[in-house]
């Protein structure tokens, strides 16, 4: 088993990525970083991110797994004082590889087609002022849209800014993108959906932009400046990302720790036991 590791770069981070080298070494995994089968993050979901666009050209070919310094993220599942359990683990068993849908982003300009993949969510912006872009849904013209952005996410990063802005979540184990306004101008003149639309596999969108515009594209947590951008094209990727689970970490469980707090948190006591059913296709508790 050969691994990459890329931790966050605090002093935490890089003394528990000190802790997981010497771990592996002694129970005989091999760091290589210019060929790894497995992507150990340490930090959190940001570290996550940063290592899923280190190895994106080779996104069908490794595994991830997260470690955390903090509190419980979304990618990062692992806590620091866990890594002796994760090494062995790593060394021992085979994990459960569970896939989660990519994003497809590509920007066309005059000249070129620039392609790439977001695990989270692409957001477009227009930093000197309002947005104007026209959305259209499968070739179709869809809505004119007039505010201070769109974001369109994979269904895991339905839960990170898309949450945030009254979008749904979405399970990973459906293969869709969703796109969601960012403060739409709505009165009588302009008109937008004013909701959330969540598009299938087989369908895109196009953004259609006005060349001359100065725009900000986020690409998780990238930022790329672009001007003479006729259109951003968004799909689900055929591609995938995979996740090396060496135990279950059921999506809807995260959602609710993340966001509504333990049981014992809300009632005041423990929800009554549930024994584990297995997993489903996707790796995810049934
Ligand atoms: P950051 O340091 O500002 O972290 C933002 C927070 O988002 C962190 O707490 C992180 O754990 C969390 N997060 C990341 N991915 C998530 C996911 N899929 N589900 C739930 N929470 C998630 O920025 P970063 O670490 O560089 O991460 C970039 C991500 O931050 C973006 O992809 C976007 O999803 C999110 N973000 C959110 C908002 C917002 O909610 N208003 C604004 C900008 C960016």
Redesign the pocket.
């Known amino acids: 088993m050969k691994y990459a590791l890329l931790d966050r770069g605090d002093s935490l981070s890089r003394e528990l990525a000190e802790q997981f080298h010497k771990l592996a070494r002694e129970r005989g995994l091999i760091s290589n970083p210019g060929s790894p089968d497995l992507i150990v993050s340490i930090g959190?979901?940001?570290t996550l991110?940063q290592a899923f666009h280190s190895f994106s050209d080779r996104v069908q070919d490794v595994a991830f797994v997260g470690v955390h310094t903090g509190h419980l993220?979304?990618?990062a599942d692992w806590k620091k004082t866990e890594l002796e359990e994760l090494v062995t683990l790593i060394a021992t068993s085979e994990p459960q590889k569970v896939s989660y849908p990519l994003l497809r982003i590509q920007v066309v300009t005059d000249t070129e087609t620039k392609s790439y993949l977001a695990l989270?969510?692409f957001t477009l912006k227009r930093p000197g002022g309002t947005l104007v872009a026209q959305l259209n849904i499968n070739d179709e013209p869809f809505e004119m849209f007039r505010g201070d952005g769109i974001v369109v996410s994979t269904p895991?990063?339905s839960?990170?800014?898309?949450?945030?802005v009254h979008g749904a979540i979405i399970h990973p184990s459906l293969e869709a993108l969703q796109i969601a306004e960012l403060a739409s101008i709505n009165n009588r003149v302009y008109r937008t959906l004013g909701s959330s639309a969540i598009l299938p596999k087989h369908h895109h969108c196009d953004i259609v932009t006005d060349p001359s515009d100065d725009l900000a594209l986020l690409i998780?947590?990238l930022t790329l400046r672009f001007q003479g951008v006729r259109s951003i094209i968004c799909s689900v990727a055929d591609d995938k990302i995979h996740f090396a689970r060496y135990r279950p970490f059921p999506f809807w469980n995260r959602v609710r720790n993340?966001f509504i707090g333990s049981p014992k948190e809300i009632t005041g006591q423990n929800f009554p036991k549930k024994k584990f059913t297995g997993l489903d296709d996707a790796g995810e508790e049934k």
Request: proline share 0%.
């Open positions: 959190g979901d940001g991110l993220g979304f990618y989270n969510e895991s990063g839960t990170g800014y898309n949450k945030s998780d947590h993340a």
